[in-house]
């Protein structure tokens, strides 16, 4: 299923995982054209983080199946998002930063315990291999332990495939090698995804139909539709229902008339099942989720091109309505000032 072999340079075993929000001085000049507000509004951020701490195991088994089969998953593997911001806080390069740490135990027994850097990169960039190379010696520099960097590359660039980064001086030789995965990679292999067990493949899948239903509302509505489906036929575990669906919801954005259209369906799928999974409370819960991931993403827009936000700024993107936020996302793209972003607001 994988085609991907994992390299790392010697005395590294394999993984801080990452989903970048669009960023303009990190983006390469023939790629800025494709940056638009359906670009933005497509961001895939809180539900693939959920999705990797929820099914980390499944995460690794998919996109680094050699890494997989070194861990020993009957030990506690441990996120440190706290230790992890006290590592990079120092190390930030422009608006990058890293989410997660990961430390796991290996069956070799070589040592107890290594930590792993994953990063999930969204756009191509000129400085993510530099990126993965220097969060990884900070990582071990703090901690003196086996550091292991691996990344799924979810941008849309199929040749574009960072593997290793380094510098050779006066004969010495200081070189990262990590694996990747491209999300690309899979384009041709949607069929044998659908038919995965993997959760990840779902994700996989769900990332790829997104794509290719940029454009076309009709076609995009039948592939959500198809995934849904698929989610309810697959599990029986009212979490990860949930949880899958929310990465599901939050790629494939739909007009509202088409999202009603849809949960008609979940509801006759839920009926003849006999089950209630995603709707009615969670419906609620899944909503207020995705309405505070849209404001905190136009936050970091906002803050990107125009610096810190004023409190009441930030206090009126926490109580916006949806249609609110889709109005100050299209006016920040072109708006001058921040005061522009909000003027019509303000003079209603």
Not at 49 to 58: L, M, N, T
Not at 138 to 152: E, G, N
Not at 219 to 245: G, N
Not at 294 to 303: C, D, N, Q, S, T
Request: with cysteine; proline share 3%.
């Amino acid at each position: 299923m994988n085609g991907h072999t994992p390299r790392c340079a010697p005395n590294q075993n394999p993984l801080i995982m990452e989903w970048k929000p669009i960023d303009d001085d990190m983006i390469e000049q023939d790629d800025k054209a494709a940056v638009n507000t359906e670009t933005v509004t497509d961001d895939y951020d809180s539900p693939w983080k959920e999705a990797v701490e929820h099914y980390f195991s499944e995460f690794m088994a998919f996109y680094f199946p050699e890494a997989f089969v070194e861990i020993d998953w009957s030990k506690e593997y441990v996120f440190l998002d706290q230790e992890l911001r006290a590592v990079v806080q120092d190390a930030e390069m422009g608006k990058r930063f890293v989410d997660k740490l990961v430390r796991v135990t290996l069956l070799n027994g070589d040592e107890k315990w290594i930590y792993l850097h994953i990063e999930v990169q969204g756009t191509k960039q000129a400085e993510f291999a530099k990126r993965m190379f220097v969060y990884n010696y900070r990582i071990y520099d703090r901690y003196d332990k086996p550091v292991a960097s691996m990344a799924v590359l979810a941008d849309a660039q199929a040749n574009w495939k960072p593997t290793s980064y380094g510098f050779e001086v006066l004969g010495c030789k200081h070189t990262l090698e990590f694996p990747v995965a491209k999300l690309t990679d899979y384009h041709d292999q949607l069929e044998a995804l659908k038919a995965s067990e993997n959760s990840f493949a779902i994700v996989t899948a769900t990332h790829i139909l997104t794509q290719q239903t940029r454009k076309n509302d009709d076609e995009r509505y039948k592939a959500k539709q198809l995934l849904v489906r698929l989610l309810y036929q697959r599990s029986c575990d009212k979490q990860r229902v949930i949880d899958l669906f929310r990465v599901i919801d939050w790629m494939m954005r739909l007009p509202e008339e088409l999202e009603q259209r849809l949960w008609r369906e979940i509801e006759t799928i839920e009926e003849s099942k006999k089950m209630q999974y995603v709707t009615s409370v969670e419906r609620m819960g899944i909503a207020k989720g995705l309405l505070q991931g849209e404001a905190e993403m136009l936050g970091v827009m906002l803050r990107h091109r125009f610096g810190n936000l004023p409190d009441a700024i930030t206090s009126r993107l926490k109580l916006a309505s949806e249609d609110q936020l889709k109005k100050w996302l299209i006016s920040a793209i072109s708006a001058s000032t921040l005061d522009a972003v909000f003027n019509d607001d303000m003079t209603h």
